[in-house]
T-cell receptor
Framework: GAVVSQHPSRVICKSGTSVKIECRSL??????MFWYRQFPKQSLMLMAT?????????EQGVEKDKFLINHASLTLSTLTVTSAHPEDSSFYIC???????????????????FGPGTRLTVT | QQPVQSPQAVILREGEDAVINCSSS?????VHWYRQKHGEAPVFLMI?????EQMRHEKISASFNEKKQQSSLYLTASQLSYSGTYFC?????????????????FGKGTKLSVIP
C-alpha cells in the first residue's frame, strides 16, 4: 500500500514558539492531504483539508491563523502550529489518498493512508 | 455528523468472536475501518463502498447495510494482536450521485482488549 511519512515523530517546544510538522507521500502523488488532531482516548478530529496549490479548507472551530497549512507540492504538506500553547499538545496525524489513472482521467483510490503521527508537547 | 460506534469497549478471551457496529444518520458513500494501538497512528483494515461486497481480511470481515447506513466489523477467533481501538470512518455521499464527499468523519472508537 501507499506510504505516508511524518516528521518529526515527537516534538517538545516551549509555549509561544512555532512548530512545523511535515507530511510526505513517499510513493504516490497526493493532491489532497488531511490533517487530524487526536487528544488522549478520543477520536480523530479533522482539522483541515490541504489542497496542492491552493488554500486549505479548515473545519469549523479550527483557527486558520494558528494552524498554517502549506501544500507546496504533490508529495508534501506542512502544518505549522504558531504561538503554541499547552492546550495545543496533542497527537497530530496526516493522511492522503492516492490518484490512479482511470480510463476517463485520474481517479482517487478510496483508501486513506495515514502517516505515523507527530506527538506535540508544549511546555 | 459523527458516526456512532458500539460497543464503547469490549473484553474478549483469545479465540472468542466480537462484532463492532458503526451507524450514521446520513447517506454514506463508504465506510473505512481502522485499528489503532496506543501511541501509534491508525492502521487501515478495510473499506466498504456503497453497492460493494462484504470485505474480508484474514479473520476480520465487515459488511455495510445501505438501508440502515450501518457497518459492522466482525472479528473471528480473536488473537492477542487484535487488541486496540477500532475506529470507523464514514464518507458521506458527495454532491453528485455516485461520488464520495472525500472527507472521513470518525466515530469515537471501540476499545477491544483480548486477554489470554
Amino acid at each position: 500500500g501507499a506510504v505516508v511519512s511524518q516528521h518529526p515523530s515527537r516534538v517538545i517546544c516551549k509555549s509561544g514558539t512555532s512548530v512545523k510538522i511535515e507530511c510526505r507521500s513517499l510513493d504516490f502523488q497526493a493532491t489532497t492531504m488531511f490533517w487530524y488532531r487526536q487528544f488522549p482516548k478520543q477520536s480523530l478530529m479533522l482539522m483541515a483539508t490541504s489542497n496542492e496549490g491552493s488554500k486549505a479548507t479548515y473545519e469549523q472551530g479550527v483557527e486558520k491563523d494558528k494552524f498554517l497549512i502549506n501544500h507546496a507540492s504533490l508529495t508534501l504538506s506542512t502544518l505549522t502550529v504558531t504561538s503554541a500553547h499547552p492546550e495545543d499538545s496533542s497527537f497530530y496525524i496526516c493522511s492522503a489518498r492516492d490518484l490512479v489513472a482511470g480510463l476517463a482521467g485520474p481517479i482517487r483510490v478510496p483508501e486513506q493512508y495515514f502517516g505515523p503521527g507527530t506527538r506535540l508537547t508544549v511546555t | 455528523q459523527q458516526p456512532v460506534q458500539s460497543p464503547q469497549a469490549v473484553i474478549l478471551r483469545e479465540g472468542e468472536d466480537a462484532v463492532i457496529n458503526c451507524s450514521s444518520s446520513k447517506a454514506l458513500y463508504s465506510v473505512h475501518w481502522y485499528r489503532q494501538k496506543h501511541g501509534e497512528a491508525p492502521v487501515f483494515l478495510m473499506i466498504l463502498l456503497k453497492g460493494g461486497e462484504q470485505m474480508r481480511h484474514e479473520k476480520i470481515s465487515a459488511s455495510f447495510n445501505e438501508k440502515k447506513q450501518q457497518s459492522s466489523l466482525y472479528l473471528t477467533a480473536s488473537q492477542l494482536s487484535y487488541s486496540g481501538t477500532y475506529f470507523c470512518g464514514t464518507e458521506r455521499e458527495g454532491t453528485y450521485s455516485g461520488a464520495g464527499s472525500y472527507q472521513l468523519t470518525f466515530g469515537k472508537g471501540t476499545k477491544l482488549s483480548v486477554i489470554p
